[in-house]
């Protein structure tokens, strides 16, 4: 029986993704890094040695803590979160658990440099519309919860990313863009390996609706629609972006849970 400081790879698998998703904290040593560099989705690494200098980042969301097994690094850690108020759990099992019951890994070679904050930073054109509100909800999600976005002029997206240290995305010519009949959603999909059956129908919406091809998915042409009426209705960037991702969100929903349910409006009558 799991303890209630607690959680299994299936419960935690159900939680990612999601807005209400923990703070996912990997706290493994460096040879078991180094063995196998991967990262459950939506993870940051830690140092387990100074869990008192950044613990105080945390909360009030709760957080799950891994290590290699499930034992003393990450309830050691989860522990001396919880003496600062945050409800922290570790991952039973540790990430040889997560990794045998064939969850998702997120691989880490192409993943950008962090700033001094431990951020990723990515730059692209501004007034946003399908792809470049797509692909920030899939990093946030998935990648980096904290990944900062840069909406900027078309013709300043590569100077600004070489004098910040950002890397640029939906423009032609990088390597975080369309490929052939592919959206940079799709891009991402396959760099990071995030290749679950959710999000490769949630790409299959989001390509019809950014390539001018709905008929690739009845649902793109929904997508389209709201996506154009997010750029109107909001002038920053930024806020269209913090308002649109819970669109994604219930696309994603949708996708992993939802897709058989269908709904009528009852027209039989009631009898007695």
């Known amino acids: 029986m799991t303890s209630p400081t607690e959680i299994t790879a299936s419960q935690l698998a159900r939680l990612i993704g999601l807005p209400t998703s923990p703070s996912i904290i990997d706290v493994r040593d460096d040879d078991d890094f180094a063995d196998d560099p991967r990262f459950i989705p ?83 054109r501004a007034r946003p519309k399908v792809d470049r509100i797509a692909c920030p909800w899939l990093i946030r999600r998935f990648v980096d919860p904290r990944a900062v976005f840069l909406f900027v002029a078309p013709s300043e997206v590569l100077p600004v990313a070489d004098r910040f240290s950002a890397t640029p995305f939906d423009i032609e010519g990088v390597f975080w863009s ?47 629609a709201a996506s154009l009426g997010y750029s109107r209705m909001y002038k920053d960037d930024l806020v269209q972006l913090e308002h649109a991702m819970a669109l994604y969100d219930a696309l994603y929903r949708w996708c992993r849970d939802a897709i058989e349910e269908t709904h009528n409006w009852p027209s039989a009558k009631q009898t007695g």
């Open 178 to 224: 369309h490929r052939g009949e592919t959206c940079t959603f799709d891009t991402m999909i396959e760099e990071f390996d995030l290749k679950t059956n959710s999000l490769l129908h949630l790409a299959r919406i989001v390509r019809g609706a950014d390539t001018a091809k709905p008929d690739l998915a009845p649902e793109a042409f929904g997508l389209l």
């Open 42 to 124: 939506g993870s940051c690494r830690r140092d387990y040695r100074t869990v008192t200098e950044w613990s105080s980042e945390y909360g009030p969301a709760p957080a799950v803590v891994i290590c290699q097994k499930g034992l003393k690094l990450s309830q050691g850690v989860a522990a001396w979160l919880r003496t600062a108020g945050i409800d922290a759990q570790s991952l039973e099992g540790g990430y040889l658990a997560w990794r045998g019951a064939g969850h998702p890994l997120v691989k880490p070679d192409k993943l950008p440099g962090r700033d001094a904050a431990g951020r990723t930073v990515w730059v692209t």
